[in-house]
């Protein structure tokens, strides 16, 4: 089954507001991911936080993860509507393999409107 | 041009036909994946390479084959295309020491009529 769970499945804005994202997940993780789809493209990585870690920042994008709940966010502060696109998380699981294997979400759609 | 790419962009096939995807990379990235893309099911691994002659299934294998005999290139081959398997491709990449961050190719958008 999915790992990353994530919620909202839409989210509509306006330019300006912030958005955030959740994502929850099901076992231990070596890390979380988030990454971006625009329309008709391949992923773009946006920030990975590790296990160890509580709060990452990268430009406008926040990401906090709680293990303990098993679940993160990510907010975007001042969305443009270039922001516009699927987010999606992926967690790498603790313990397995080498390899780098993620299990992706099913990806919330963020709309902004200008 | 550097990076990753798929082709083709856009395959129209047949039921029952034998249908290769094609995933080049210039990065000489060791791990390659292959994910298939499906409305309510998001994005899920199919195969993984971790280096040349090395793969292993992942989430949804079956009716598919791959083989990596170099670093760069990773095909995955529908053996005998099924309706089911219409769906969007991609490939992605990453290397060894990145911490798992993965690079896209922009997909293969394949129909199975």
């Known amino acids: 089954s999915q790992q990353g769970e994530e919620d909202p499945q839409a989210l509509s804005i306006q330019e300006g507001e912030n958005a955030t994202m959740n994502c929850s997940y099901k076992?231990?993780?070596?890390?979380l991911q988030w990454y971006r789809q625009n329309s008709g493209r391949g992923l773009v990585h946006l920030i990975l936080?590790?296990?160890?870690?509580r709060e990452k920042h990268s430009g406008r994008l926040r990401v906090t993860l709680d293990t303990s709940k098993k679940s993160s966010s990510l907010l975007i502060t001042a969305s443009r509507a270039a922001d516009t696109a699927s987010y999606f998380c992926?967690?790498?699981?603790?313990?397995?393999?080498?390899?780098?294997?993620?299990?992706f979400g099913q990806g919330t759609i963020l709309t902004v409107h200008p | 041009d550097a990076g990753i790419t798929q082709s083709p962009r856009y395959k129209i096939t047949e039921t029952g036909r034998q249908v290769t995807l094609m995933c080049h990379q210039t990065?000489?990235?060791?791990?390659m994946f292959w994910y298939r893309q499906d409305l309510g099911h998001g994005l899920r691994l199919i195969y993984y390479?971790?280096?040349?002659?090395?793969?292993d299934k992942g989430e949804v294998p079956d009716g598919y084959v791959v083989s990596r005999s170099k670093t760069e290139n990773f095909p995955l081959t529908l053996e005998s295309a099924t309706r089911s398997q219409t769906s969007v491709y991609f490939c992605?990449?990453?290397?060894?020491?990145?911490?798992?961050?993965?690079?896209f190719g922009p997909g293969t958008r394949l129909t199975v009529t």
């Open positions: 076992t231990s993780i070596n890390n």
């Open positions: 992605a990449s990453n290397p060894r020491d990145r911490a798992y961050e993965q690079y």
């Open positions: 936080i590790r296990s160890n870690e």
């Open positions: 992926a967690v790498l699981h603790a313990g397995g393999t080498s390899y780098g294997k993620l299990t």
């Open positions: 990065w000489s990235h060791s791990y």
């Open positions: 390479s971790a280096a040349a002659d090395i793969t």
